[in-house]
């Protein structure tokens, strides 16, 4: 096996010579070949992160559990549900951004972000990245809120490293051209437009003037003509550099994967993102008084819309999000609910009428809305105030409480049977600081009380008043 050393003439050496350099050369090409192609391999490396895994919902199976909650060392935080029912996956790239974390001169730009977020960088030029998507049998999308911004890519499995390969890029490095700014901006405005002529939209916009006067709440997602004129590539860039922070994003990856090559995928792409935690803006919003009213009238309409909320303490009082969420659905959720049996049916005042729960981080809201004929503005006011006070005296009965948690455990189930449902979910969870609830939310609701609904309207609504948006029909001057 060891023979003696073969002795090679100076025209062998420098024929071997030559092909070593031709095989470094090769190699050289194909590695560089390799790195156009998209991708890296996962597993193929140690991670460019370091990274801890903790196991959410141990011992569970559910929707979102078991969940593996994967903490980088810049402070990137990745959330993994593995599901292999169908070779899907989505994965979902959440910040802690939106309209509540803006300066009025720019409001409107974490939306318009999103709007850009997909519109290239220099790896990925304009349309690449929806294009590379598209031909992988995939879709994306993304959504903007007051208090979050996310972009999700869902593709079949095999193919799960170009949607993280996708995101992290467009994260990082977008490039905001300003032909493109100018083009978005156009389609915003009109997206305003759209929302200034849809009155059961536009009563919201009042109703956050209303409800958060003189704090970034009562700022709109979408911004004002004004602020959107003035963002140009300065701004986006400025924005993308304070707030996608690694320790303000997380990754959410769902469905047909496994959970060590992701994790080891995630520390690779992110290795770049900017290290840091934005501070979020304080401020105390102010209870509703009887100014707190809001009233616009439009023509062309012939109902009435009016939106009207209850200040609570929101995600500062994180043990009350779930018995609001079930007075919520017994006030207004579907034909059964009180709400709709009162104004609807028995009084023949509204023509719909539901409730919701608002939980933000300075504060929140126990609200309602209804759509009804000109002139019983008044009387529909004064009729839903009288059911959450009846509701606030009495409390649910028993079967109105047994109701309302079989129809938001029903509801979770709908809305997380799918990868990006599931996503969507855990990420707002995990942004909002109720994951918590989250991973055990059926054995959390089944655990409400009817005390603890009566007591939790009780000290919101009693001898309160409430934050009243209206859009209303613009009388014609003979009127």
């Known amino acids: 096996m060891f ?15 030559a092909r070593c350099l031709l095989l470094v050369a090769l190699v050289v090409a194909l590695a560089a070949a390799v790195s156009c192609l998209g991708p890296l391999a996962p597993g193929s490396a140690d991670a460019a992160l370091t990274y801890k895994v903790e196991t959410l919902g141990k011992g569970t199976v559910g929707t979102v559990t078991p969940l593996a909650k994967v903490t980088y060392s810049n402070g990137l935080v990745a959330l993994i549900k593995e599901s292999h029912s169908a070779p899907i996956v989505t994965v979902d790239a959440w910040c802690a951004t939106g309209s509540a974390c803006e300066v009025d001169s720019l409001n409107g730009i974490s939306h318009f972000f999103e709007h850009m977020f997909f519109k290239g960088t220099e790896r990925h030029p304009r349309g690449e990245m929806d294009k590379v998507v598209k031909s992988l ?5 993304a959504g903007t809120s007051v208090e979050y911004t996310h972009y999700y890519v ?36 009109a997206e305003i437009r759209r929302k200034e002529d849809t009155p059961s939209s536009k009563v919201f916009v009042v109703f956050q003037k209303a409800f958060g006067a003189g704090t970034p709440y009562e700022m709109p997602v979408l911004g004002t003509f004004e602020a959107l004129d003035r963002m140009d590539q300065a701004a986006f860039k400025n924005y993308l550099r304070e707030r996608y922070t690694a320790e303000n994003v997380a990754m959410v990856v769902t469905g047909d994967v496994n959970t060590k090559e992701v994790a080891e995928a995630i ?29 616009e009238y439009k023509e062309d309409i012939n109902r009435g819309y009016i939106m009207l909320g209850y200040l609570t303490e929101g995600r500062k009082n994180k043990p009350e999000s779930l018995a609001l969420e079930v007075a919520a659905t017994i006030l207004g959720d579907g034909k ?41 503005e008044n009387a529909v006011k004064a009729a839903i105030v009288d059911e959450v006070a009846r509701l ?35 990420g707002l969870a995990h942004t909002s600081g109720t994951l918590d609830q989250v991973l055990e939310y059926q054995k959390r609701v089944d655990a409400v009380t009817a005390e603890e609904v009566r007591d939790v309207v009780r000290k919101y609504t009693a001898g309160k008043q409430c934050a009243v948006a209206m859009i209303l029909p613009k009388q014609k001057p003979e009127e």
């Open 3 to 17: 023979g003696k050393e073969k002795r090679l003439s100076p025209g062998g050496l420098a024929a071997r010579r």
């Open 137 to 141: 049998g995939g879709r994306n999308n």
């Open 154 to 189: 869902t593709v079949p499995s095999e193919n799960y490293l170009v949607a993280v390969d996708v995101l992290s890029d467009a994260l990082i490095n977008s490039a905001f051209e300003p032909e493109e700014i100018t083009r978005e901006r156009d389609v915003i405005k």
């Open 267 to 295: 520390g690779k792409y992110f290795e770049t993102i900017p290290v840091g935690q934005p501070p979020l803006p304080e401020f105390t919003v102010t209870e509703p008084t009887e100014e707190s009213v809001g009233v």
């Open 336 to 376: 059964s609910s009180m709400l709709h049996q009162s104004l609807v049916e028995e009084k023949k005042l509204a023509n719909s009428v539901s409730a919701w729960s608002w939980d933000l981080r300075q504060a929140g809201a126990l609200g309602a809305e209804a759509s009804f004929d000109p002139g019983k």
């Open 392 to 426: 606030a005296d009495r409390g649910p009965s028993a079967e109105e409480l047994k109701k309302a948690k079989a129809l938001l455990k029903t509801s979770f189930a709908f809305s997380t049977e799918t990868t990006a449902g599931r996503a969507t979910a855990i």
